[in-house]
């Protein structure tokens, strides 16, 4: 562990300041990063930490709570979403990448609504480090085979053959979907 003022590991810290150092970010923009970071204090403090991504509108957000609060019932696991996270952040895929690389398990929850997490899916499948901890639970829905187009299609057969995708139809299934998730 670092230090006694901030309980983020050293090494940490010292790859973000690397990862840093590389883009083109103000020194404004590095110490509210490095704040954030040491807001995620409970990701350092538990066994298991799911960082949770999924649609935002007011339906889909329900479900994704859901999930949230059911990973958070575990022992020793932290839970939580993008929007945990505080800060005013100018680039979310360098926030996305932040984060996801402190954190033992990504988990998506798939909706079909035209706002679903389709850049963090790029990210999960093009890392080998982020597609190695993510697990998807994708919704199905009995009037369509392919709701989400060939594309995410792609990205969900990778997931199936690594028996990281988890489906469901129902809030009762989801919450089933999310108990299968180790």
């Keep these: 562990m670092g230090d006694e003022t901030s ?13 840093l150092a590389g883009e083109d970010v103000s020194l404004a923009d590095n110490e509210e990063i490095l704040h954030a970071l040491s807001e995620l204090t409970p990701v350092y403090e538990n066994d298991r930490s799911y960082f949770v991504l999924g649609n935002y509108d007011r339906e889909p957000i329900r479900r994704l709570n ?14 939580f979403r993008m929007v945990d996270v505080r800060g005013e952040w100018d680039n979310s895929v360098q926030k996305f990448c932040l ?8 988990v998506g929850v798939a909706e079909r609504e035209p706002s679903d997490f389709l850049v963090e899916q790029g990210l999960l499948v093009g890392t080998v480090e982020y597609f190695s ?35 469901w139809r129902t809030e009762a299934d989801l919450v089933e979907a999310t108990d299968e998730v180790p």
């Design 133 to 167: 901890k993510s697990h998807v639970l994708k919704r199905e829905y009995e009037d369509e085979d392919h709701p989400f187009g060939w594309m995410q299609d792609g990205v969900f057969d990778l997931f199936e053959r690594e028996g990281r995708l988890y489906r």
């Design 99 to 106: 984060i996801a690389d402190v954190v033992t398990h990504l």
């Design 66 to 79: 859901l999930v949230v609060d059911r990973l958070n019932r575990r022992t020793d696991a932290y839970a």
């Design 7 to 19: 309980p983020v590991p050293d090494e940490v810290l010292t790859s973000a300041k690397e990862r």
